[in-house]
């Protein structure tokens, strides 16, 4: 079945440790994304692309970075930058903006 | 800016019961809305996307309304189950937009009561 999947569920990082998140698809969409979800701030969006080997800055890119080297890889690293990293991060695909969003399951990073 | 307001932020129910979750937008120059699921620590699972063309979609016992007029989506469900205790989200995409602007709703988190 098609889908995302992201990896890993769980991530805990030191402080000044950086970390990747990973994120692939196989439902052949062009479009891709990172949201950070906070309890009581709704989803935010990090990072999207939408074509290969490009990208654009979301709402709160500062203290991460993203590379689309594959249509279906969008890995996110979140860099010793972001000072404060503990969230929920969640993948989203879609074939174009307009015709609806699918999310991965979420990783879950804290930071120890 | 295009705000996404959902109201009740929580609902309580006992099973059996039909219920109706609005979701408001501020902005009416959107290309579709879309209703997503969230059990807690999961992922968006997508229930029904609404072209702006459209005015409602069904899936099952679920059936989402769209009033572009008037700024307004309501997610109708019908006899309510244990299972569907969850938190409802709506998003918009305005017109214009390059991908970057998908707006969420605040959220409705509903228990169904056995």
Known sequence: ?112 | KQEVTQIPAALSVPEGENLVLNCSFTDSAIYNLQWFRQDPGKGLTSLLLIQSSQREQTSGRLNASLDKSSGRSTLYIAASQPGDSATYLCAVIPLGSSGDKLTFGTGTRLAVRP
């Open chain 1, 1 to 112: 079945d098609g889908g995302i999947t992201q990896s890993p569920k769980y991530l805990f990082r030191k402080e000044g440790q950086n970390v990747t998140l990973s994120c692939e698809q196989n439902l052949n969409h062009d479009a891709m994304y990172w949201y950070r979800q906070d309890p009581g701030q709704g989803l935010r969006l990090i990072y999207y692309s939408q074509i290969v080997n490009d990208f654009q800055k979301g709402d709160i890119a500062e203290g991460y970075s993203v590379s689309r080297e594959k249509k279906e890889s969008f890995p996110l690293t979140v860099t010793s930058a972001q000072k404060n990293p503990t969230a929920f991060y969640l993948c989203a695909s879609s074939i174009s903006y307009e015709d609806g969003y699918t999310f991965g399951s979420g990783t879950r990073l804290t930071v120890v």
